[in-house]
Antibody, heavy 124, light 108 residues
Framework: QVQLQESGPGLVKPSETLSLTCSVS????????WSWIRQPPGKGLEWIGY???????NYNPSLKTRVSISLDTSKNQLSLKLSSVTAADTAVYYC??????????????????WGQGTLVTVSS | EIVMTQSPATLSVSPGERATLSCRAS??????LAWYQQKPGQAPRLLIY???TRATGIPARFSGSGSGTEFSLIISSLQSEDFAVYYC??????????FGGGTKVEIK
């Protein structure tokens, strides 16, 4: 059973860069897609972007100019950087395993394992 | 961007009763839809993918149906542990992958 654990500063100042790490255990980071998803307090879920084990990425257009996701396969970790943060970026940030595949003529892309999430507050 | 709309926002149901949650897409997503359950203070948990396939370990009282723009998640007999917020997610056209706003299932 793969397990994911987010870590990083819980408080970031406005205009600075939010940096989080997700450590993956119980399985290899290889051969999978990995996503970051966030949830502002009391609100719904927003997909931030994903990275494939090969290093290819895809981001939410609404965040694309500020976000970067990377992998460290030697450490079985993925990272998120979000620059120029404002109070609107205050949220619980989740990393998740992103299952993308095609089978029997149908294609799928869903999140089957999630970290517990980490709250990041943007405030001076 | 495909907008997912869930209704109702809150559903009050008595234990043992049936709950029907709806999810509507702004354009067809075929059967490329997943459902998640989220309890307070926890991460979402995958329930359904492919609109109707239960994820590993999900009880049979959870069922999904629909295609195109209209989808339903049915909980046939609500148990105490089922009171939570439920989200739908489309993966037909992305980026971005998009979620609905959620339906909270509360005890009546």
């Amino acid at each position: 059973q793969v397990q994911l654990q987010e870590s990083g500063p819980g408080l970031v100042k406005p205009s600075e860069t939010l940096s989080l790490t997700c450590s993956v255990s119980g399985g290899s980071i290889s051969s999978f897609y990995w996503s970051w998803i966030r949830q502002p307090p009391g609100k719904g879920l927003e997909w931030i972007g994903y990275i494939y084990y090969s290093g290819s990425t895809n981001y939410n257009p609404s965040l694309k100019t500020r976000v970067s996701i990377s992998l460290d396969t030697s450490k079985n970790q993925l990272s998120l950087k979000l620059s120029s943060v404002t109070a609107a970026d205050t949220a619980v940030y989740y990393c998740a395993r992103d299952r993308e595949y095609c089978s029997g003529g149908s294609c799928y892309k869903y999140f089957d394992s999630w970290g517990q999430g980490t709250l990041v507050t943007v405030s001076s | 961007e495909i907008v997912m709309t869930q209704s109702p926002a809150t559903l009050s149901v008595s234990p043992g009763e049936r709950a029907t949650l709806s999810c509507r897409a702004s354009q067809s997503v075929s059967s490329r839809l997943a459902w998640y359950q989220q309890k307070p203070g926890q991460a979402p948990r995958l329930l359904i993918y492919g609109a109707s396939t239960r994820a590993t370990g999900i009880p049979a009282r959870f069922s999904g149906s629909g295609s195109g723009t209209e989808f339903s998640l049915i909980i046939s007999s609500l148990q105490s542990e089922d009171f939570a917020v439920y989200y739908c997610q489309q993966y037909h056209d992305w980026p971005p992958l998009t979620f609905g706003g959620g339906t909270k299932v509360e005890i009546k």
